[in-house]
């Protein structure tokens, strides 16, 4: 009803512009004044413009594929709308199997999804193309999973629902097949991701504490055999044995430590701290660590105040694990600077935790994967040093968690920088 009536005002307006610049092209030709045609022209231009909106109104309305997803476009009613406002990616197929409508946030999960295309679009899967055949033919619900290789590595699990209404009164209206099957998109690819994650984590963390386990109980059955009668034997091999109980106990405070930073890490900091302040006495407590590896450690604060949204003690173990990395993989005997700066990034200022050292850096292709738990450059050495593999990985979930970031600039030869950066507060809230 609503389409007709458009229709004809926009037959009619067409008629009075066509009528409009002909009666202008005759006024002149027969002479009379340039303002009567003037006038002519601008009441053509005035309903030209007309048109063309209500052509766009047009087009938005019938395809239904211009919905704004914010309350751009007007209330629209039908199934249409209420497949545009669930928030699952979701199409609709008609009797042919071709599809009618893409809602949305299918539209953002498969590119190759368009009104008018077919399903194979997706995927040329054949039990998924099957089960389409089938669900038109005897309307029972189905379910797939199709694996996608192209263009990234993809599961989906589609159900296929047909209808039994046919919505026949709502698609003579707007001139389209009425829907007979609504798909119904769940991409697995995350819940995938997350499962090999929790694998390899696992994998990972047993392997670091088999490796000082293996060793203790090798040692014990030495001290139980053959070093029993050998008190020098015994000082020697007790001094290995308490060197891996404190790794093992490292890796497990480490692991409680991510588990604890990632627990949180939807809830950011609400106290105000002064981040000189912070920084300076995780500084102090580290001066021991730095004196026992010859090296200095210096430090230049920022002026004024530096007030950010902080965890005290997240940002001492922040700055704890980047000076301890400096110390551990820098120059022996070299300098650790750790200074905090102000930075502008866009309209907002932001504070910035940089740690520098000059060792031997570290090559581009290890630096986007540091913050992985377990990832070494060389793990070797890293072991040797006491190093869990974990401490970065803490780092950036603090980072996360102060809706911050850790930034890493390494150069072969040169050393390197690890900064993290967090917003700066006005003043503290009791100010
Ligand atoms: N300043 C640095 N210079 C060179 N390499 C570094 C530096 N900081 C970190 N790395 C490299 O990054 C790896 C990961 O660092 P991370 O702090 O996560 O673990 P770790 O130091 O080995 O152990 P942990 O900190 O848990 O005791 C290190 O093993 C090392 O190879
Ligand atoms: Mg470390």
Redesign the pocket.
């Given at each position: 009803m609503l389409a007709t009536a458009t229709d004809r005002i926009r037959r009619r307006a067409l008629l009075l512009v066509v009528a409009a610049i002909v009666g202008g092209i005759c006024a002149l030709l027969a002479g009379v004044s340039a303002w009567l045609f003037a006038l002519g022209a601008c009441l053509a231009l005035g309903l030209a413009a007309l048109i063309g909106l209500d052509d766009d109104g047009g087009a938005f309305a019938r395809d239904g594929e211009h919905h704004g997803r914010f309350g751009e476009a007007e209330p629209v009613g039908g199934w249409r709308a209420v497949l545009d406002a669930v928030p699952d990616p979701i199409l609709a197929l008609d009797e042919a199997g071709t599809i009618i409508h893409v809602n949305p946030a299918a539209r953002e999960l498969h590119v190759n999804a368009r009104v008018g295309g077919q399903p194979s679009l997706l995927t040329r899967d054949p039990e998924f193309l099957q089960a389409i055949d089938e669900v038109i033919d005897d309307g029972r619900q189905r379910t797939v999973e199709v694996q996608e290789r192209v263009p990234i590595d993809r599961r989906v699990r589609i159900t296929l629902t047909a209808l039994a209404e046919t919505f026949e009164d709502e698609a003579a209206t707007d001139a389209g097949s009425p829907p007979r099957v609504i798909m119904a998109l769940h991409d697995l690819t995350e819940q995938d991701r997350l499962g090999r994650m929790r694998v390899d984590f696992v994998a990972n963390a047993s392997h670091e504490l088999r490796t000082p386990l293996a060793s203790l109980v090798g040692f014990i059955e030495t001290l139980q055999g053959r070093a029993s009668s050998d008190p020098a034997a015994q000082q020697r091999f007790l001094g290995i044995m308490s060197q891996q109980a404190a790794r093992m106990s490292?890796l497990v405070e480490?692991l409680l430590s991510l588990s604890r930073v990632e627990m949180r890490e939807h809830l950011p900091p609400r106290t105000a701290i002064d981040l000189n302040e912070t920084v300076a006495a995780a500084i102090q407590a580290l001066e021991p660590v730095a004196r026992a590896s010859e090296a200095t450690l210096t430090f230049i604060p920022c002026e004024g105040p530096a007030i950010v949204l902080g965890e005290t003690d997240e940002i001492v173990q922040v700055v704890q694990?980047?000076v301890?990395?400096?110390l551990?993989?820098?120059r022996p005997g070299g300098t650790v600077e750790v200074a905090v700066r102000r930075i502008r990034q866009g309209p907002s200022m932001r504070l910035a935790v940089a740690v520098r050292?000059k060792?031997?850096?570290?090559a581009p292709d290890?630096l986007p994967r540091?913050?992985e738990r377990f990832?070494?450059?060389?793990?070797k050495?890293?072991r040797e040093?006491?190093?869990?593999?974990?401490?970065?990985?803490?780092?950036k979930h603090i980072a996360n968690r102060h809706r911050g970031e850790l930034r890493i600039e390494?150069e072969l030869g040169k050393?390197?920088i690890?900064t993290f950066v967090i917003d700066e507060q006005a003043r503290r809230p009791s100010d």
């Open positions: 490292r480490d694990n980047l301890q990395n400096g551990k993989y820098g050292d060792g031997p850096g570290i290890h540091l913050t990832y070494r450059v060389n793990a050495s890293s040093k006491g190093g869990t593999g974990l401490g970065l990985a803490i780092v390494s050393g390197s690890f």
